[in-house]
């Protein structure tokens, strides 16, 4: 069964450069999440997207953004990065519908290395 | 707002002993309720899940756990553990009517042979 995809697995940056993850969720989830994880730390709730519309918003810095595209993948943007910023970033997509096929929890991403130098 | 509380940053065992991970939870809904699991350097992988059905759940690799609402705990157990049960484990609540999910600080299972 195809699972969330995200890219780059790693990266690595400078301080004060830039950086976009991408994020694939699974065929036909209409909601997509992204957590930042810190070492040692638990799953930080950024932001998320339903049906391509911001839906929550957590601890997301002003310098990130993110967006879901029509075909519901989903990118982060951060710039200016900061040594901080050095973490796991995990997408996550569910399918927020009621029924049948709702069945409540997220499927995450392996996740993408964020190194800033 | 929902938030979970795990007792107990880091958890060793005998293999073969009892696991028991604990978890709280803080709703202002009737919520949902899930442990995950990451092994280094991987993404969370789910455990098991109560969504309001059977209170007593289990999952993958022999874990369960039961939903108390009268303690307002979803402690995860397993009978006998395993080395390979070695990870870090999420409890994680969400509430249904908008799936936003929030995580515990995490608990760190060492199993000890």
């Known amino acids: 069964a195809a699972g969330v995809i995200q890219s780059p697995r790693h990266l690595i940056k400078e301080k004060r450069e830039t950086a976009t993850l991408k994020c694939y969720p699974i065929?036909?989830?209409?909601?997509v999440y992204w957590y930042q994880q810190g070492p040692g730390q638990d799953p930080q709730f950024l932001i998320s997207?339903?049906?391509?519309?911001?839906?929550d918003k957590g601890s997301i810095p002003d310098r990130f953004s993110a967006q879901q595209f029509s075909d519901y993948h989903s990118e982060l943007n951060m710039s200016s990065l900061e040594l901080g910023d050095s973490a796991l970033y995990f997408c996550?997509?569910?399918?927020?519908?009621?029924?049948?096929?709702?069945?409540?929890?997220?499927?995450f991403g392996e996740g993408s290395r964020l190194t800033v130098l | 707002a929902q938030s979970v509380t795990q007792l107990g940053s880091h958890v060793s065992v005998s293999e073969g002993a009892l696991v028991l991970l604990r978890c709280n939870y803080s709703s202002s809904v009737p919520p949902y309720l899930f442990w995950y699991v990451q092994y280094p350097n991987q993404g969370l992988q789910l455990l098991l899940k109560y969504t309001s059905a059977a209170t007593l759940v289990k999952g993958i690799n022999g874990f369960e756990a039961e939903f108390k609402k009268s303690e307002t705990s979803f402690h995860l157990t397993k009978p006998s553990a395993h080395m390979s049960d070695a990870a870090e484990y999420f409890c994680?609540?969400?509430?249904?009517?908008?799936?936003?999910?929030?995580f515990g600080a995490g608990t760190r299972l060492t199993v000890k042979p």
């Open positions: 994680a609540v969400s509430d249904p009517n908008n799936n936003d999910m929030r």
């Open positions: 997207f339903y049906e391509k519309m911001q839906s």
């Open positions: 996550a997509s569910s399918l927020r519908t009621s029924g049948s096929l709702y069945t409540g929890e997220l499927f």
């Open positions: 065929p036909r989830h209409d909601t």
